[in-house]
């Protein structure tokens, strides 16, 4: 989702990368959030007093002005989990470039090698947080923002005053590809009212790379953070960079000819500036780092701040190289969050914050390893349920512990089909449904019993407040079993009912409701089915909080299932993916293979129905509560559907009662206890030791 006005759009490519053009930059100047042409204005007029008075020999400087760096790593365990050492590289790089001792300087062409600028620029990591906490300036973030990649995903930037924030993603823009936008950054004058997006967005499998197309693209930008603009314009130079020493050019082809005089046949152009959209990006030329000099002594966008003697003792960036004092921040990823028993999943540290010299993993007595103390730990799980693990990392200055719980174990006792999951049955934790909440933030699903799709319950996602575009939360099927389906029940249906609190985008939003399903235990997900766009919010636009209404605003989706599905061990997941402010979300009403059951007044009626202890040894106490009196029996069935036990026959009245379930009689294993009115059933799974 574009949120910009745009002006103007100046493309930096990469061409001929792998045989294709590869846009690889993207500088937006705009009318929104912070952009005006009197800050603009101003902003130039500063920068031409001072370089009127520098000197013009760039020797003269003495000391090299320090930035305080801070790389935020957005990350999902994947590839793009950068380590310290590829950051370490990435930096190096960075400051080659604006010390003019990268390694290309000696391939600048006549007469650029006599207008090589040293912007005598030098990045250092931070040792110190906002806070004054001690820190290495590297700062890992575990979420599905790193898929997404825009304005909305800049989290915990830091304050611009003080730091440069670096942000690295998976994805820019929902593309993760080698091609497309590779980067991008805002001019001071654009972000001078705006200090969250202030900094650098980079994807993250540029970071460290020695390919020579790549390896500059940090100091192009961070050329725009230090209100650097793009060379390219048409030959009249409707759209000036402002420095005197690069001459007009229309753009760069695709050999790098560095004899290239196209807007002035009589004068070379500058196809090896770093800020060009070439694939030299070499230079950058002594006009270019007066022009950065003045942005760091202007106030715009705070930039006259940064390098300050009290700055930098304050973010610890005074002297190169300090002992650091910092203490390793615990996390961790997971390879996976809904898994079957004995499915191996693969847990990696994410710490930050420090380099780590010891860890020790702890899993539950259930797992085939209790404890650990490698990067990487792989364990199965021999009890359903969610599993709790932690893991404590230390150096010398301290430790620290991260505890989760994020990774739900299925004993893989698969319900038949058809079904129907209304939601009617009390609290979350009764629900064979479960939430996965990927980011383990407040924007979760929850089993709300304030209403539903014409009954009493259903599962609520609070969307409204979801922190940023493309969260994705998911509600998961227990396994089960298809084989009853044929063609002509083959489907999958659900109601929902959703709200959007944007009216400027109802329409184009990026919001998404998809159906996903795997036949291996949730090892692959396989697409389905999706809806977007202006149809999906059916509720309209709410401003506040939406609260659905039982009666109003809600709509069926029905999606077939293939036959390569229609086997046992199935799992379904639904998705549910944020957009630009999105409202609340209701799910409810799942029926698959078309099943009857479930529609009538049974499941309306029916408060709570739960078995404690479960799993049961000699005995278990079945609780049923009703709103009003029911006419219905309750059998115990094996797995084979086969009614083992008769428990209760008669009126179950409008009060809580207590039912006896003899498990002593059973044999070990996994049954279904079912309340029936002859017309619907509900159906609990029981447990016998």
């Given at each position: 989702m574009k949120r910009f006005l745009l002006l103007a759009i100046l493309s930096f490519c990469l061409e001929h990368v792998k045989g294709q053009s590869t846009p690889a930059c993207a500088l937006y100047r705009s009318l929104e959030p912070g952009y005006n042409q009197q800050t603009k204005d101003s902003l130039e007029a500063f920068t031409k007093e001072l370089i009127s008075h520098h000197p013009t020999d760039h020797a003269a400087r003495s000391t090299s002005y320090v930035v305080p760096v801070v790389f935020h790593i957005i990350h999902d365990g994947g590839s793009e989990l950068l380590s310290d050492s590829v950051i370490s590289v990435e930096l190096s790089h960075l400051n080659e470039y604006f010390s003019a001792s990268n390694p290309e300087l000696s391939a600048v062409a006549y007469p650029f090698d006599t207008l090589i600028g040293n912007a005598q620029i030098e990045f250092r990591l931070a040792q110190k947080d906002p806070n004054g906490n001690c820190t290495n300036g590297i700062d890992r973030i575990y979420t599905q923002a790193t898929y997404v990649g825009d304005d909305y995903t800049r989290i915990n930037d830091w304050p611009r005053d003080k730091y440069l924030n670096i942000w690295l993603s998976k994805a820019l823009y929902y593309d993760a590809s080698y091609y497309g936008t590779l980067g991008y950054a805002f001019d001071p004058p654009v972000v001078d009212a705006a200090p969250a997006i202030d900094g650098?967005?980079?994807?993250?499998?540029?970071?460290?790379?020695?390919?020579?197309?790549?390896?500059n693209l940090s100091a192009h930008m961070a050329g725009h953070w230090l209100n650097l603009l793009h060379l390219e314009s048409v030959c009249t130079d409707t759209i000036n960079d402002y420095v005197a020493d690069t001459p007009p050019m229309s753009y760069v082809n695709s050999a790098c000819d560095t004899s290239q005089s196209i807007c002035n046949p009589t004068v070379r152009e500058n196809v090896q500036n770093i800020m060009t959209s070439g694939t030299c990006h070499y230079m950058f030329t002594k006009g270019q780092t007066e022009r950065m000099w003045a942005t760091l002594n202007a106030p715009t966008a705070q930039r006259n701040n940064i390098s300050l003697q009290a700055n930098l003792a304050a973010t610890g960036t005074d002297v190169p190289n300090p002992v650091s004092c910092a203490v390793p921040i615990a996390d961790f990823t997971s390879s996976a969050r809904y898994i079957c028993i004995s499915t191996p999943v693969t847990f990696t540290d994410a710490s930050y914050n420090a380099a780590v010299s010891s860890r020790t993993w702890t899993f539950p007595a259930d797992a085939t390893a209790n404890t650990t103390s490698g990067k990487i730990a792989t364990v199965s799980f021999a009890l359903p349920g969610w599993h709790q693990i932690s893991l404590q990392v230390s150096n010398a200055n301290g430790s620290d512990q991260a505890i989760k719980t994020i990774v739900y174990v299925t004993d893989g006792y698969q319900l038949p089909t058809p079904l129907f999951e209304g939601f009617e049955h009390g609290a979350t934790a009764q629900s064979p449904w479960q939430a996965i909440n990927y980011d383990?933030?407040?924007?979760?699903?929850?089993?709300?019993?304030?209403?539903?799709?014409?009954?009493?319950?259903?599962?609520k996602l609070n969307q409204i407040d979801a922190s940023y575009e493309g969260d994705v939360d998911i509600l998961a099927s227990p396994p089960l079993d298809l084989s009853t389906l044929d063609s002509t029940n083959a489907t999958f249906s659900f109601d929902y009912s959703y709200a959007t609190a944007?009216?400027?985008?109802?329409?184009?939003?990026s919001a998404q409701i998809s159906l996903w399903v795997s036949s291996d235990c949730g090892s692959t997900w396989h697409y389905l089915y999706k809806i977007s766009g202006q149809s999906i919010f059916?509720?309209?636009v709410q401003t506040t909080p939406y609260v659905m209404d039982p009666g109003q605003n809600w709509q069926t989706v029905t999606v077939e299932i293939p036959s390569a599905y229609r086997i046992p061990g199935i799992n379904f997941e639904i998705r549910a993916k944020s957009g630009t402010k999105t409202n609340n979300l209701y799910i409810d009403n799942i029926n698959i293979g078309q099943s009857t059951l479930g529609i009538s007044l049974l499941q309306t009626r029916v408060n709570t129905m739960s078995i404690t202890p479960n799993p049961a040894a000699h005995s278990a106490d079945l609780l049923v509560s009703t709103n009003s009196d029911i006419r219905g029996s309750v059998v115990i069935l094996d797995m084979e559907g086969r009614i083992v036990q008769n428990v209760y026959a008669g009126i179950l009245p409008a009060v809580d009662k207590h039912l006896a379930l003899?498990?002593?009689?059973?044999?070990?294993g996994v049954y279904t206890v079912q309340l029936t009115d002859g017309i619907t059933a509900l159906n609990r799974k029981l447990v016998k030791f």
């Open positions: 650098l967005m980079l994807k993250s499998l540029m970071a460290g790379t020695n390919n020579p197309y790549l390896r383990n933030n407040s924007t979760a699903f929850n089993l709300s019993t304030a209403g539903g799709h014409q009954s009493q319950s259903c599962f944007d009216p400027n985008h109802a329409n184009d939003s059916n509720a309209g003899r498990t002593d009689l059973l044999s070990s």
